[in-house]
Every structure is written in structure tokens, then in C-alpha cells.
């Protein structure tokens, strides 16, 4: 469970920081978001709200995977999903109409990855990170712990 604890933990890490890193500190990328003066209040409001749904998601998830009491694969897989939460929200927010990953006067400041947004490509490689961990702790037995 080594590896799957690790995956989680470091999953948990990026969950708690990067939300409001993108949508509030860093300036680049805070200009698209809680800073964007196009974005009227309740807008702003959904982002907070986002922001602190993210840090208490990736803090739920690291105090599950970070336990000093026995890690227990249930707790592992617990853990796991709880940091899914957030990444498979962004993913699915994608399915709504007339959403978008950046608004247009940032067309030329928005970083693409493999021709996938930054954000949605860090998405799917926190999911598929999740997914081998998630792998991992299911083919350890249940009755395995480490300390």
C-alpha cells in the first residue's frame, strides 16, 4: 500500500493548494479568476465557494491517508475518493452548455497541454494517479495493513 498511500498523499497535497493558488494568489492566473473584474459577484461567490469546498476536500483526504492509526485499505479507498471529488467536478463541468475553461480575453494567456487546457489536463492525470492508487490498495488484501 505503499505506493497507493503515496499517490493519495501526494493527490491530497495538490487538492488543498492548487485551487486557491490558480484562483487567488498567483496574479496570472488569478486575473481569470477571483480578480476578474468581468466576472460579476455571484460568479466570484461560486469560486470562494470552490475554493474552500477544494481545501476541505484535500484536508479530509490527507487526514484519512494520513492517519497514524493503521492505514486500512477502506480508509485508503475512503481517501481517494473524497480527492476524486473536485477533479471529476471540473471534468463534468465541461458537460454543461455554455461553459468554457477560460473566457476569451485570455485566450492568449491560457497554457494547453497535449491540446487539453492545463487545468483539465492536470485534472486527468490526478485522476488517473487516483485510479492506480485506488488499483493498488484493491489488489492488497483486506485484512493487510501497514504502519
Known amino acids: 500500500m505503499a ?3 503515496f499517490l493519495i498523499i501526494l493527490v491530497g497535497v495538490i487538492t488543498t493548494v492548487t485551487a ?3 484562483d487567488l494568489v498567483v496574479p496570472d492566473l488569478a486575473a481569470q479568476h477571483a480578480f476578474n473584474p468581468a466576472w460579476p ?3 466570484k461567490f ?3 465557494q470552490y475554493m474552500v469546498m477544494t481545501v ?3 484536508l ?3 487526514s484519512l491517508a494520513l492517519r497514524r492509526a493503521r492505514i486500512t485499505r477502506d480508509r485508503l479507498l475512503c481517501a481517494t475518493a473524497v480527492l476524486a471529488a473536485p477533479w ?3 471534468i463534468g463541468a465541461l458537460l454543461f452548455p455554455g461553459t468554457a475553461t477560460y473566457d476569451p480575453e485570455f485566450a492568449d494567456h491560457t497554457v494547453f497541454i497535449l491540446g487539453l487546457h492545463g487545468q483539465v489536463f492536470m485534472a486527468i492525470v490526478l485522476i488517473v494517479a487516483l485510479l492506480v492508487a485506488a488499483v ?3 489488489r492488497t488484501p483486506p485484512d493487510r495493513t501497514t504502519p
Request: hydrophobic content about 60%; overall charge neutral.
Open 20 to 22: 486557491v493558488l490558480a
Open 60 to 62: 479530509i483526504g490527507l
Open 41 to 43: 459577484p455571484h460568479a
Open 3 to 5: 505506493l497507493s498511500r
Open 136 to 138: 493498488a490498495t484493491l
Open 56 to 58: 476541505l476536500l484535500g
Open 88 to 90: 471529476i467536478g471540473m
Open 46 to 48: 461560486h469560486d470562494a
